[in-house]
């Protein structure tokens, strides 16, 4: 197996793996950063029931709070502590049942539903289902830590989703250096003695386990925006979204995920077990590692959170109220916490060409950066292509943040092909618009026609008592005494 063409060979810096994963306790409130509650306040709900459009209740409790913001809308379950399920879950039949009642989405990053994925490909017959076992980001840690402890559960969740997509084979994918995930892992296979199940160990290379470089390391496969693996003949799934089918088909989702929380300010790196709509500040709290109560670090530097790892995660403001209002959800596989030295001033970009050699999809970083503005040249360089993985940003010596670019010349595109679509509705409406108004104007001349054509025909009364005196003419009724001269 060769390494693919760019990427970063970075330290994996797995903190927190020597110790078990610990289940965080039931937080007092759960809050969901969602969009078109489907409840009310006060409302008594069930664990698996469907709160607000793709959101479920992760435990049984009532409504206490609905908060509409400019962008979204929060709401706030108050948990009984007894986790009621929703008959649907203990109902479920089948597979598909029960990853429909369990409301799964996809633990990977992209949020997809898990249900629609599969329903787009039940039976489908494609050739490969990879298992994205590769969590390339430095310090994630989470799957490893599944697979660690629960690799018959995770191997038994695949057995599911290939019984569902009728594939011919899986490969599940792991990096070099989880030696003792590997070995977990092997021995499960072992012991599902299921031939068409393989595992694949691939190098430890950042960022290995983004899905479209995944499946060019593992098939030569070049997705390109607008494809799915399916184009491809392949399905991709995460390793944790494997296990969360396995509860699932057990009729007992767990409807929660394990969440890796690492960086140089925290007191105790570790991996949590939380529940959906658990707030950052239970979960920082619970395992000691709130900002600020840190005693390994001094408090120097600026201090950082990011959601969802060191490079790709999105930064978060450290302040306890932003924490409370933020919780975990399928897509929070890590809370990494980090203070940092003053960071050097953005120069002059110096044409050295290091980011397009890292560049895993074959990009040219600098002409992004120069053409920022341009949709032409964006398009042209094919901004869109750019998976944010921020290996430019790394090796640049002028310290210039590209990605953090790209990101505003992605909006910049997407508003344009908004723009695009606008101008072609409107278009679209004028033309409507036009022939509502010629097909109007011929009706209204037809019709016009058709009353002077009926005018035309219709006899007035002299031409009436004309034409009856001929006919009583022409039957003999009239005598020559009738005749008026
Ligand atoms: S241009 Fe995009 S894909 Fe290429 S290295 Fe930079 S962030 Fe990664
Ligand atoms: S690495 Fe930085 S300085 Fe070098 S070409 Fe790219 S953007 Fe310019």
Known sequence: MSAFRGGIALAPNKQGLSKPITVVPLPSE??????????????????????????????????????????????????????????AITNAENPIAAIEAAGLTGLGGAGFSTLKKLQSQQCAELVTLVINAAECEPMIACDEALMLEHAPQVISGINTLMQITCCLQCI????????????TIKQALVDSANPKLQLRVIPTRYPGGAETVLLRQLSGAQLTKSQRPADHDMLCFNVATAYSVHH????QPIFGRVVTIAGNATN???????????????????????????????????????????????????????????????NCNAIIIERTNQTA???????????????????????????QSNVDKLNEYQLLNCIECR????????????????????????????????????EARYAARETRLVRKAREREQELLEKKRKVAIAPTPAAMDIAAALARAKAGLIKPSDKTS
Do not use: W
Request: include cysteine; proline fraction near 6%; hydrophobic fraction near 35%.
């Open 30 to 87: 759960l809050v969901f950063n969602t969009n078109k509650p489907l409840v009310n306040i006060g409302d008594t709900v069930l664990a698996g029931q469907n709160i607000a459009a793709n959101t479920i209740a992760s435990t049984s409790g009532h409504i206490s709070d609905i908060q509409t913001h400019r962008s979204h809308s929060t709401i706030t379950l108050i948990p009984d502590g007894e986790s009621k399920y929703t008959p």
């Open 172 to 183: 599940i994918a792991i990096e070099d250096t989880k030696i003792a995930a590997i070995n």
């Open 248 to 251: 699932a088909v057990a009729n």
């Open 268 to 330: 105790q790196p570790c991996n949590v077990s939380a529940l959906f709509g658990t707030p950052l500040t239970h979960l920082l709290q619970h395992t000691n590692n709130l900002p600020g109560s840190s005693t390994a670090n001094p408090p120097t530097g600026k201090m950082t959170i990011k959601i969802g790892g060191p490079l790709s995660g999105r930064e978060s403001n450290a302040s306890v109220i932003d924490l409370a209002n933020t919780a975990v959800d399928p």
């Open 345 to 371: 001033d953005e120069q002059a970009c110096i044409r050295c060409g290091n980011c397009a050699d890292v560049c895993p999809e074959s990009l040219l970083p600098q002409q992004l950066f120069r053409y």
């Open 391 to 426: 290996c430019c940003d790394l090796v640049c010596p002028s310290a210039i943040q590209l990605t953090d670019y790209f990101k505003q010349s992605k909006q910049i595109l997407q508003k344009q092909s908004q723009l695009q679509v606008d101008a072609q509705l409107a």
